[in-house]
């Protein structure tokens, strides 16, 4: 048996999901652009799939289907529209597919300002506000931090924005909130928003970006014209099909899972308290799925891979081997040096109980002192 | 017909044992071409390939270039021994301007010319042809080559490109080689593999401290080894445990020498228990505390073998180069942590001494943790 709570990584494909996967790839394999009738009707399947994803998420705008998160990351950034001598404002702890592209835009001349985050990861909007001008052309800041699970306001960070200059076009990558926390992007006011598929129980190399109406891409790919033109390329059916009811599902199981998981918190914090120098990250305006403690004095990559010899699986943010630089996020969220290579993220899915949480909690206490004896300084 | 000229250099010098050596390379020849249709013929002092599909062609010569024992392949035309098909052959491949020369090589004696005349004869007929041409003896631009071989065949080529040298595989015992997924152990791999010696390689893995992926690297390592070595097998031995008693029981700055000292015992029963008679590292004199040769001094004790360190006298930029020319450069910079690199301790011993180590080992039940360690030996055939 695997303990899984690396569900921030990837997820386990749901049962119906994979029918509906099976269905669209073996019997309604029609490539929706073709003039018969059986395309047709799987045309008219993937707009239905397009509107159960705006429903789910209180959307009015459009939704191109990419091949995932980085993709939907990368169509959002290097496609809005540039301004010459335009800068860009990005939170700091975006994660890598935004971070990258986010660089990419800097390597051609456009001025990219990071804004500074708080301890627990979210990101402070008296500094983000404060780089936005009247050359801004583009606002960057996840939903959800993949790392800390900070919750970001991002209703009040993009008023604050579009108050200082509404011309200014306001990106969140939603990938680690959407299906996970409630989103109402009309409410939420972002003008893109993107999501990826097997975070939510479905396959992966599947995506989308949401787009406000109104607001128009330059196309990073060059083809049949399929998604207004935006993201050409034969649609992936099945894997936009499957997403659609993945997140139809998802969304309807936050609230049991906000109750269930809060429980999951509980277990773990009251586990822990009895381990010295073990701080969790992000208490307040977290997102329920995810735990990420800091332990000092350990390399978390190795208490990973102790978990992982009892078959119990969590993630480690980024790499921490000595021979890299130290990971970005934990530069910077101003922790102690001693922190510093300590970081363990627990990410929940529905499909973990009580019974694992807590066999994690023991075992991860066990391992925490287990390997502090061990590598310790005598 | 197209063939491979294949020439080997020091196997030539050999005297009554010469065919052994010969033999070995005929069979490594063959181990490297194995994914190949070919003939494989012994001519005197070179061996020719033919009969091998022309879209082949270029990958059979990087294989055999990668072949140890081979100093140079020439791909030719064989055309018959007579003045006109020579003739026609080498318009043919002449490059059409520039300053050349013709080179001719005669075993025929029957041949109605000599080589001078020869060479002569075909660089006239080259001049006439293409007015662009210009000779030039001493420094060419292009040379053509011409063979004319006993057996009525003549091979007509332009270009010779250096192979990697050394002795053939298996010519020169077994060694047990120390592969730590670093620069260096597999740039040592190869230089004893050059002066044939049939490689075996060690790996110390420290899972949980270190992870998969850093023994997937050194698969790969091996892997790209395996190009040259011929034949590749891995034992992997975990050293975490060893690792934790050291780190538990001994002075911490004297970690990495007495870690040394465990890995030479575990290499010298895995040596023997596989038929190899010396151990290979790739230390270099002096590059870290445990390369001094007192740290040296105190990890050779435990080994009775002949250690060989082919790069104890190479500088770090010297390996460096060898790595990228071997191919190994780009996968052993692959950040994951070594067995090594984990335990680190700040100020490791520079010059430590063996009855000091002894002394400190007392702590421990060496013979123990040696056979806990190769009792769950993992052997990877590549």
């Known amino acids: ?378 | 017909m197209k063939a491979i000229i294949v020439r080997y250099s020091e196997i030539f010098l050999k005297g009554n044992n010469k065919s052994f050596f010969e033999s070995a390379l005929a069979e490594n020849i063959r181990m490297q071409l194995s994914n190949f249709s070919y003939s494989l013929k012994k001519m005197s002092s070179r061996f020719v390939v033919r009969d091998f599909a022309e879209t082949d062609s270029r990958a059979i010569m990087d294989a055999l270039k990668n072949t140890f024992g081979v100093y140079s392949v020439s791909i030719a035309d064989e055309v018959n021994s007579t003045f006109e098909e020579i003739e026609h052959k080498c318009l043919e491949v002449s490059p059409r301007a520039g300053t050349f020369k013709v080179t001719a090589n005669r075993a025929d004696k029957t041949f109605p010319m000599n080589s001078m005349e020869l060479a002569g004869e075909l660089g006239h007929s080259l001049l006439n042809a293409y007015p662009d041409l210009s000779v030039d003896l001493r420094n060419p631009e292009n040379v053509v080559y011409v063979d004319v071989r006993e057996n009525g065949k003549c091979f007509v080529y332009s270009h010779v490109e250096k192979a990697v040298n050394g002795m053939p595989v298996g010519t020169a015992g077994r060694g047990l080689a120390l592969l730590s997924g670093g620069i260096d152990s597999p740039v040592a791999i190869y230089m004893m593999a050059k002066r044939g010696m049939r490689i075996r390689a060690l790996h110390f893995e420290s899972f949980p401290f270190t992870s998969l992926q850093a023994k997937e690297k050194v698969l790969s390592l091996a892997g790209i080894l395996k190009k040259y070595t011929m034949k590749m097998s891995v034992d992997i031995v975990n050293f975490a445990e060893i690792q934790t008693q050291i780190h538990e029981k001994c002075d911490e700055n004297y970690m990495i020498a007495i870690m040394r000292r465990f890995m030479m015992r575990i290499a010298v029963i895995l040596a023997k228990k596989n038929s190899c008679g010396a151990v290979i590292t790739g230390e270099s004199l002096g590059q870290v505390a445990s390369q001094t040769l007192e740290s040296i001094t105190c990890s050779s004790a435990v080994c009775p073998l002949p250690v060989f360190r082919p790069l104890i006298g190479f500088d770090k930029d010297e390996i460096v180069i060898l790595s990228k020319q071997i191919g190994s450069y780009e996968t052993s910079i692959l950040p994951y942590e070594d067995c090594c690199t984990i335990f680190l301790p700040k100020s490791p011993v520079i010059h430590p001494r063996l009855s000091d180590i002894e002394k400190m080992e007392q702590a421990l039940d060496v013979d123990t943790l040696v056979q806990n360690a190769i009792s769950k030996l993992e052997t990877v055939e590549i």
Do not use: W
């Open chain 1, 1 to 378: 048996m695997i303990y899984y709570f690396d569900n921030c990584a990837t997820t386990k494909t749901d049962d119906d999901v994979l029918q509906i996967l099976n269905r669209y790839q073996s019997e309604d394999y029609f490539n929706p652009s073709s003039l018969n009738k059986y395309s047709l009707a799987v045309n008219k399947k993937l707009s239905a799939a397009r509107d159960r994803i705006k429903k789910a998420l209180s959307f009015s705008g459009d939704v191109y289907f990419t091949s995932g998160g980085t993709e939907s990351d990368n169509l959002a950034v290097l496609g809005a529209k540039t301004v010459k001598g335009g800068n860009v404002v990005c939170n700091a702890v975006e994660h890598s597919a935004v971070y990258n592209a986010v660089c990419n835009l800097k390597n051609k001349g456009f001025e990219v300002r990071f804004a500074k985050v708080t301890s627990s990861g979210h990101c402070d909007f008296d500094s983000f506000l404060s780089l936005c001008d009247t050359n801004t052309f583009l606002a960057i800041c996840m939903h959800v931090n993949n790392e800390t699970g900070a919750v970001n306001d991002i209703k009040t960070l993009f008023e604050g924005v579009k108050a200082q200059n509404r011309g200014i076009l306001c990106f969140s990558d939603g990938v680690q909130a959407a299906g996970k926390i409630p989103v109402n992007l009309d409410f939420l006011g972002a003008d893109l928003y993107s999501l990826s598929s097997h975070k939510l129980h479905c396959t992966k190399g599947m995506g989308a970006l949401l787009v406000k109406k109104g607001v128009s891409l330059n196309p990073q790919t060059f083809g049949g014209g399929q998604e207004n033109g935006v993201r050409n390329g034969t649609e992936y059916v099945a894997g936009a099909i499957a997403m659609s009811y993945a997140l139809e599902k998802a969304v309807s199981l936050i609230a049991r899972n906000d109750e269930v998981f809060a429980q999951y918190k509980q277990c773990l914090v009251d586990k822990l308290k009895q381990i010295p120098n073990c701080e969790i990250l992000c208490e307040k305006a977290c997102s329920p799925a995810i735990f990420t403690i800091v332990c000092a004095d350990i390399k978390g990559e190795v208490l990973l891979h102790m978990l992982e010899q009892e078959d119990i699986i969590v993630g480690h943010g980024s790499s921490c081997s000595s021979k890299s630089k130290t990971p970005r996020i934990i530069n910077e969220l101003k922790l102690d040096k001693r922190y510093h290579e300590g970081l363990i993220r627990i990410s929940f899915s529905k499909y973990n109980t009580y019974k694992e949480v807590d066999f994690l909690a023991d075992r991860l206490c066990h391992n925490i002192l287990r390997l502090r004896n061990i590598m310790g300084a005598k």
